[in-house]
């Protein structure tokens, strides 16, 4: 594995990218850096595009009517119809460029990968058109153009998919609706898009970057603090593993969406360490599945699970051990 870069560099040259997927404890991440002195974070910039504009990745995939109604709704009420990627972009690079004109924080961008990827790409994968992704082409596969691609110091976050997968089936249920045998499910559940991009930017900037396992941030949050820090240039005694509870005004006053996908956080006062799982034994995951949504999803979401097992076995290899 390639030494990963922990020198002193330029603000610009340190734009730092959280790639990561749904539910692997993303948020619980930036809400540890949240308060860091260094740091400008910058939320989800492709969501409205990926998510709500015209090129939104549901519209290329088979879905069930209920999830379907809903994205459209999510649009109108959100204002996002006409959202590109295009606009998504400038925006970005114009958040970016404010921040730096300052010359004293670095801009922490965190995204879904899926949302970072090329949806014409993704959706001939999907369909077969394009045949399975050579990694040897190493062309850019993503959103975002090469010359502010480069100069992204990138960070992935994954997590064991028989935690990952059907914690967003269970996330997404009552509020986007999809169902498990939806194709929009296995897109946005699959760890392919996070290895993709791990190969892209490794072979374009010769470095392994830095990859974190969300359970290593519940179950040894010391450990990443340091390894994250360490590895970015950042004073680690400015993040925060304690903090104040959302106060019930607040948390009352917030859609059902951010309440229903952040209101563990949201009322969390910490870290909740006695929650990690690292331990995971796929024959007992999949009898709780079937208790907990019945057998024909139960088995759904195994085969899902088993077929992104390669794809999290190569990128767990990058992770830090202790």
């Known amino acids: 594995m390639a030494d990963r870069p922990v ?13 990561d997927s749904p539910r692997t404890r993303s948020q619980l991440f930036n809400k540890i850096f949240a308060v860091h002195p260094q740091l400008h974070q910058i939320f989800h910039p492709f969501y409205p595009a990926g998510s709500l504009g015209p090129e939104r990745l549901i519209c290329r995939f088979r879905q069930c009517d ?3 109604e809903v994205q459209k709704v999510l649009a109108a009420t959100e204002g996002a119809e006409q959202e590109t990627y295009h606009k998504c972009m400038e925006s970005l690079i114009e958040n970016v460029n404010q921040t730096e004109t300052g010359g ?6 965190k995204e879904h990968v899926v949302a970072c990827l090329q949806p014409e790409m993704i959706s001939g994968l999907i369909s077969g058109e394009t045949g399975s992704h050579d990694g ?6 993503s959103v975002m153009p090469d010359d502010f691609l480069d100069t992204l110091t990138p960070v992935f976050l994954i997590r064991h998919p028989a935690l990952m997968i059907p914690s967003w089936y ?5 509020t986007l609706q999809e169902e498990v045998s939806d194709e929009s499910f296995r ?3 699959s760890l392919k898009w996070a290895r993709m991009m791990f ?4 072979f374009r900037s010769g470095r392994s970057p830095l990859v974190l396992n969300g359970e290593d941030l519940v179950a040894r949050p010391d450990m990443i603090v340091q390894e994250v820090c360490r590895t970015l240039d950042l004073d680690p005694k400015q993040v925060q593993l304690q903090w104040k509870p959302v106060p019930k005004d607040e948390l009352d006053a917030a859609d059902f969406m951010r309440r229903h996908f952040f209101g563990d956080l949201m009322t969390s006062d910490r870290i909740k360490t006695g929650q990690a799982k690292q331990t995971v034994d796929l024959d007992e995951e999949e009898r709780s599945w079937s208790a907990e949504f019945g057998v024909e999803a139960a088995t759904t979401l195994r085969r899902l699970v088993d077929e992104n097992m390669e794809h999290y076995d190569y990128l767990n290899q990058y992770v830090p051990k202790t």
């Open 7 to 19: 020198a002193t560099r330029t603000v610009a040259q340190k734009r730092i990218f959280i790639f």
């Open 66 to 68: 209920a999830a379907d």
């Open 104 to 109: 004293e924080k670095v801009v922490w961008i």
């Open 136 to 141: 040897s082409k190493h062309t850019n596969i």
């Open 170 to 174: 269970r996330a997404q249920r009552l």
């Open 187 to 189: 897109v946005f559940s």
């Open 199 to 202: 190969e892209l930017v490794r």
